[in-house]
């Protein structure tokens, strides 16, 4: 194969999904602390008959959840590949962060039920006690999610963690407001109506968390970056006639890659024309993890039929100027 005619290459970037960065101390230093209240609140929420109270605490276990998962996906992906998983197992996190998802919308339809039962058959209760446990909650999240900021946020893990914590802030303070309603006025159902919004909080970050989850295991584009735009983008390049079977995914969340079939003009040169569509792909769309197949329109080995859309060259577009032109040999 002659270095005019071919040209295939990797191009290999370092922000791959889990950093090895992450700073797993602040990680348990928020783990801790929130193990730590929530078995404190599990016990002032059965005392106070404060349903409020118990699905904080539930939602701070699927916090304390997200952690842990978040700290084993980053020991498990930063192992490197071997035998079959050519990749390592950087999805590990991709499928806790599913699990956490799932886990949060149960935990929310459970609340949701009992929220609405107590609507209507609300029980007695303490209102004192749920605003003091709901301010002290407030002062343990805000350390928690101080200690998850100054951690790695690339990982969907992490940041969905990090997303937990202060979906979990805005819980407690409206616990508090509950305690307080309940305390001056005596109207239990604050209780219960403070519940369902910490069930809808729970829908939201897990629902987001099967989203963002299933497009990477879906292999969808990454958020951002739309694969029409980027084929046309890279058909304009000096020398290209034709874009197609462009694929462009996500490994692990943070860890993009692409693979193409670009056929040139005749007398093109494959190598030239590879660099600058790496160059491109790297300075304009992040991705350096690239697979690009580069052939002359001309040869016949080139496959038959395109898979997917095919993007073509305006003849009558000018191409974006380069410094050397991969057209010269």
């Known amino acids: 194969m002659s270095e005019q005619k071919h040209g295939s290459g990797h191009g290999h970037g370092h922000g791959h999904g889990v950093s090895p960065g992450a700073d797993r101390r602040h990680l348990t230093g928020a783990l801790v602390l929130i193990l730590a209240f929530m078995a404190g609140e599990v016990v002032v929420g059965l005392a106070a008959h404060s349903l409020a109270l118990l699905s904080d605490a539930a939602h701070m276990l699927t916090d304390a959840f997200a952690i842990m998962l978040a700290l084993v996906a980053m020991r498990i992906a930063a192992r490197p590949p071997k035998g079959g998983y050519t990749y390592g197992l950087r999805r590990a996190e991709i499928l806790s962060a599913q699990l956490n998802g799932l886990t949060l919308l149960l935990l929310a339809a459970y609340f949701v039920f009992e929220g609405v039962q107590r609507l209507f058959d609300p029980p007695a209760v303490d209102g004192p006690l749920v605003l003091v446990t709901s301010l002290a909650g407030i002062v343990v999240n805000v350390a928690a999610t101080w200690l998850l900021s100054k951690a790695n946020r690339s990982s969907l893990n992490v940041e969905g963690a990090f997303q937990h914590i202060l979906n979990d802030l805005y819980a407690f303070i409206s616990t508090a407001i509950a305690g307080l309603v309940v305390w001056l006025t005596g109207f239990a159902r604050a209780d219960a109506i403070a519940s369902l919004v910490v069930a809808a ?21 990454p958020a951002g970056i739309d694969p029409t735009e980027l084929g046309g983008r890279l058909a304009e390049r000096p020398c290209v006639r034709e874009v197609h079977d462009l694929h462009v995914w996500e490994v692990s969340s943070g860890y993009p890659a692409l693979s193409a079939h670009v056929l040139v003009e005749p007398k093109g040169d494959c190598h030239a024309v590879r660099r600058d569509l790496q160059v491109v792909l790297r300075d304009s769309y992040g991705i350096t993890h690239t697979t690009l197949e580069v052939d002359h329109v001309d040869d016949l080995f080139h496959c038959e039929e395109p898979h997917g859309p095919r993007h073509v060259a305006d003849p009558d577009e000018p191409h974006e100027h380069v410094g050397d032109s991969p057209c010269e040999h």
């Open 201 to 221: 909080l729970m829908l939201k970050a897990g629902y987001g968390l099967l989203r963002d989850a299933g497009r990477v295991l879906m292999e969808a584009a």
